[in-house]
């Protein structure tokens, strides 16, 4: 009997929340997420923003009616923290590539780093890596590059909302970025480096906060699998709220207007108007997503009645531990 045969079969069952997963090196994220969602069974499970398999940190992950709010996640700001050498370019920006340039490093002070980078904040336009995963036609361009083919990018606006130099060796600084969606900080990296005269890539890369996420507990897949065998009722209280990561205007809804949201009628509320507002029972449990206009609110993504945890506790620590190395391929 093959293993594959004699491996039980899973019992998959509705779970809904998220999971902020403090991804390992050397996982991709969707294997990260798969083993996530054996441990959780769940029957429906994304993330949302990769990393690279040389990144560790945050990868929110969604589970159950999670999904229908994980594209408004992928729209958040991120904080990385990065170690880029210097003296070398290489293929994909980062140490899994091939060294193609090298240049002489020339005299740092922390001072003049500092200075460098701060020429960095703001907004500005960035071409896409080839090793990333954007596509063309179809393909992801990583496919294209390990091919040898080069096709050309358009650049996309991003916004480097804050960098900051941590630390400064002979050939090698460390710093810490808080930056838009859509930001490769693998090309980051290459741009520090060619201001400060030199040629560089990216040795490590830890994401650590996530925008409306930061302040909550990230758990390792070794800790989860140790909830895993107290039961999966502890394994359940490491998931977040639906709507954890939403920093919008929300309003607690009578039993009669809940009732019209989840039939997809608009309701009355007293919120401001929005492009994005949470609704939820008097329970505290997310029951829609909502456009508020002239004091009505109307759903455009309801959640499944009883399936949504309870409004979100207060923070149990800020982001993940650090303790961790560093890496990455795409925000």
């Not at 001072?111 to 020429?119: D, K, S």
Request: aromatic content about 4%; proline content about 6%.
């Amino acid at each position: 009997m093959s293993s594959a045969a004699a491996r039980p079969r899973v019992q998959w069952r509705d779970v809904d929340g998220i999971l902020l997963l403090d991804k390992p090196l050397a996982l991709s994220s969707n294997q990260a997420l798969q083993q996530a969602r054996r441990l959780f069974r769940a029957c429906k499970a994304g993330h949302t923003g990769s990393l690279d398999p040389l990144a560790s940190g945050l990868l929110p992950l969604c589970f159950g009616e999670a999904t229908k709010v994980s594209g408004f996640l992928l729209d958040a700001d991120k904080h990385y923290v990065a170690r880029l050498v210097l003296g070398a370019r290489t293929t994909t920006g980062d140490a899994e590539g091939e060294v193609v340039a090298r240049a002489p490093i020339p005299p740092l002070d922390a001072a003049a780093v500092a200075r460098a980078l701060a020429g960095f904040v703001g907004r500005q336009r960035q071409v896409p890596p080839m090793y990333s995963a954007l596509k063309r036609d179809g393909r992801p361009l990583y496919e294209l590059a390990r091919a040898g083919i080069e096709v050309e990018r358009d650049a996309r606006e991003v916004e480097i909302l804050r960098l900051d130099l941590l630390a400064l060796g002979e050939d090698s600084l460390e710093f810490e970025v808080e930056c838009s969606k859509g930001t490769y900080v693998r090309t980051l990296g290459e741009d520090i480096a060619r201001a400060l005269g030199t040629e560089g890539h990216l040795v490590a890369l830890r994401r650590t906060a996530i925008g409306a996420l930061d302040g909550y507990r990230a758990w390792t897949l070794e800790e989860l699998s140790a909830l895993a065998a107290r039961g999966e009722s502890e394994l359940d209280a490491a998931l977040l709220p639906i709507d954890a990561g939403l920093d919008w205007p929300a309003e607690t809804l009578d039993d009669v207007r809940v009732s019209d949201v989840l039939h997809g009628r608009a309701v009355p509320v007293g919120i401001p108007d929005a492009a994005h507002a949470r609704l939820r029972d008097a329970a505290g449990r997310l029951v829609a997503l909502a456009a508020v206009q002239s004091g009505r609110a109307a759903p455009f993504r309801v959640i499944a009645p009883a399936r949504s945890l309870t409004i979100e506790p207060e923070p149990q620590r800020k982001g993940a531990s650090s303790s961790a190395p560093e890496g990455e391929r795409s925000s």
